[in-house]
């Protein structure tokens, strides 16, 4: 199907999909007045799509942003949003070669590319604003953007509930039904008092599990490339998986933390954020940055290591230069830091039953050692 700009005077904007992004970013665009059309939360299609037209070689993330595109364009939109940036991760790229391939297609659309190093706020304003051929007063998108940036925090603070929740309940199943209908509540306020209200709603129904107070719990790290740790259908629900099994889900990589390190200048952070953290104590492990989220997964581990976590899953998408990279010095932080740790490195060929297959025997790895305090001599 072709999608001519010429014929379509209004523009319909989309983007890709990555966990829960899509609220935060909806919100934004609709407070400057553009018509937002999303595609299919990630699913089968999408990665089928993906696939088809790509490369072989390139990672998982690239094939889910360019089946999503195809989605979007296939059902009215003609504006395609997404961000380039430097470095030796390919997802600064994934915008000029995903334009390219639909061009190569028979898509007539515009790709509007932001640079969020080089600009940071005002390049996030300018280029949405550009996108969405701004229909707004500038307090109406001024109060767009913190409405985007509450919902942001919001749906990291009722998702650590749900980390908390999810292996202690006893009727399997009750937080995450909560933490859902917190979700849409949130997608659903049109203004900062909604959001602040759907939040207390979402605590107290929380607080109202039943819990097995005697339940063995362990605690285990997640960290890696930032699209498959945010992105439940790319890493296989792991999250959902590590709390039927007893697990207690600590993760750093969250949505907010990630935007907030991206889009606010570093002195006006008021404390010190997870990737200056992890620069600090992976620097005995790292000389230089290598890019991507490398050093967050290093320090994410020695991190773990050396606060109440039991063991560390490292996840990435395969062919992933920074995760590779990761792949390699986390051995040594196991043997150093006395930290279980187990790389999942995943792809389109991936299965769910040999990845949930290695995942319930590191559980029992890491619970072994727990009981018995051993030290830890491999990793996996």
Not at 110 to 133: H, R, T
Not at 238 to 265: F, N
Request: charged share 25%.
């Amino acid at each position: 199907m072709n999608i001519s700009l010429k014929k379509n005077k209004k523009r319909i904007v989309s983007f890709p999909h990555m966990g829960n992004s899509y609220i935060p970013i909806k919100s934004l665009f609709e407070s400057m007045g553009a018509k937002v059309l999303l595609p299919p939360y990630n699913n089968k299609e999408a990665l089928s799509l993906g696939v088809r037209y790509s490369i072989e070689t390139i990672c998982l993330p690239y094939k889910m942003n360019l089946g999503n595109y195809i989605q979007a364009l296939e059902r009215g939109a003609n504006t395609l949003v997404m961000y380039g940036a430097p470095g030796s991760c390919r997802l600064g790229h994934y915008a000029t070669m995903a334009e390219a391939t639909l061009k190569n297609l028979g898509y007539d659309f515009e790709m509007v590319i932001f640079n969020i190093y080089k600009g940071k706020l005002f390049e996030i304003l300018k280029k949405f604003s550009y996108a969405a051929d701004l229909n707004a007063n500038i307090l109406e998108v001024a109060y767009g953007f913190r409405l985007s940036i509450s919902k942001f925090l919001n749906l990291d603070r009722i998702e650590k509930k749900l980390f908390y929740y999810r292996p202690r309940e006893v009727q399997r199943g009750s937080a995450e039904a909560i933490y859902n209908q917190g979700v849409r509540e949130i997608e659903k306020a049109k203004n900062i008092p909604e959001v602040h209200a759907a939040v207390n709603a979402t605590y107290e129904k929380y607080s109202r599990i039943k819990i097995d107070p005697n339940r063995n719990i362990i605690r285990i790290s997640i960290t890696g490339e930032f699209f498959i740790v945010l992105d439940p259908f790319s890493n296989l629900e792991i999250e959902r998986e590590l709390g039927y099994l007893g697990v207690e889900v600590q993760r750093e990589i969250m949505l907010a933390d990630w935007i907030s390190v991206k889009l606010v200048p570093p002195w006006l952070h008021k404390c010190e954020c997870h990737t200056k953290r992890a620069m600090k104590v992976s620097s005995p492990y790292m000389t230089r940055i290598v890019g991507g989220d490398c050093v967050e997964s290093i320090g994410d581990a020695v991190l773990a290591s050396r606060t109440d976590v039991d063991g560390v899953i490292h996840l990435g998408p395969f062919n992933c230069t920074p995760e590779t990279v990761s792949q390699c010095i986390l051995p040594y932080i196991s043997k150093n830091e006395n930290v279980p740790v187990i790389s999942l490195m995943v792809d389109e060929m991936t299965g769910r039953a040999g990845f949930l297959t290695r995942i319930e025997a590191f559980v029992d790895l890491v619970r072994r050692q727990v009981h018995k305090k051993l030290p830890v001599y491999n990793t996996f």
